[in-house]
């Protein structure tokens, strides 16, 4: 646990820096909506890409679409095995942050990069703050899940997304002064781009029809054992057999996935994976989403769109008890994507989660902003004006 508490005065330098950690693809949307705000209020910031996703459909094309700046920094650490690539972001972020002496390190998500870079700065001394703050699975043979909870106890600023997140965190005894409620920067960017997610161009690329289905999967425990990979396909495949099914592949899990069956033939269609616009505008158009990503079932809950966790756990529950996700097992998913398909009521109420409204970025940016400033921005007003709480 960190001695310093995020809302005490910081005896930060003049004109001080913020480096932004990003490893992945959802960093890069989580972090988008934060960077051009703490823009408008002119703080001088940066961004590190750890190459955590290396490959230009996997990141290049999320910095174009999201408008994100040229990183200060590229580590291109590449995949591997947790302990290497945790290893090589850990001797490489350690040699950039040094350079750069930032006042604050920003991370996001559950990456590796996230769980380098907040070690990292432990180890130096350097103030950090954590997006996406106090999210639990409560599964612990999820990597994504150690990375969250050592991020979180070590981290100075914890920006929450959820109110459930607020009760995980005090139950592991994270001082309230430093946890800030803001919604969910992930939605900024959803709702930024709303105006260019045009199902019609990429259905039309992709030889799709209106009706149709998106997969994505990845997940170690889907992907990683033979057997659970041929389980998954085969639930997959049964339920293109309702419907054409769009899987765009991540690198991770290609050739275990091809291996268990899942090709391109019949209903089912393999494609490399796409940039930020042409997937959500393909999500947007789709009749059901299967998938075991965290992101996609914030998305699908915000975009209205039938979707099926293929996990026995979520860390996003609220995607559940307020959105379209449903958590099922691969023996479940043809029967629940029958259901989904038909019921007509899959579609939320109109509700969406607290705060989730667009405006996360901003609540974000003025909690850094004042703490850069030494001044005390109080949890207890959860950085929200009043007029948008």
Sequence with gaps: MRDSAPSQANPAPENPLVLHVLGARPNFVKAAPVVRALAELGVR??????????????????FADLGLPEPVANLGV?????????????????????????????????????????????????????VEAGLRSFDRGMPEEVNRIVTDALSDILFATSPDALSYLANEGVDPARVHLVGNPMIDSLFSALDRLDPAPVRERLSLPERY??????????????????????AVLQVSERLPIVVPIHPRGRERLAAAGLVTGGNLLIVDPLGYVDFLSLVRG????????????????????????VRPNTERPITVTHGTNRLVTPALLPAA???????????PSGELPPLWDGKAGPRIARVIAAWLKGENLSPASQAVPPQNR
């Design 45 to 62: 910031q940066g961004i590190i890409h750890t190459g955590q996703h290396y490959d230009a459909l996997m990141s290049d094309v999320f």
């Design 213 to 234: 289905g998106v997969a994505t999967l990845h997940r170690p425990a889907n992907v990683d054992d033979p057997a659970s990979a041929k389980e998954l396909v085969d």
């Design 78 to 130: 590449g995949s591997g095995s947790h302990a290497r690539q945790t290893a090589a972001l850990l001797t490489g972020l350690e040699e950039v942050v040094l350079e750069h002496d930032p006042a604050l390190v920003v991370v996001y998500g559950d990456v590796n990069s996230t769980l380098a870079a907040i070690l990292v700065c432990a180890k130096l001394h350097i103030p950090t703050a954590h």
């Design 337 to 347: 994507a029958d259901k989904a398909l038909a019921d007509s009521a899959a579609t």
């Design 286 to 309: 789709a009749s059901l989403v299967v998938t075991d990503s965290g992101g996609v079932q914030e998305e699908t809950t915000m975009l209205g769109v039938p979707c099926l966790t």
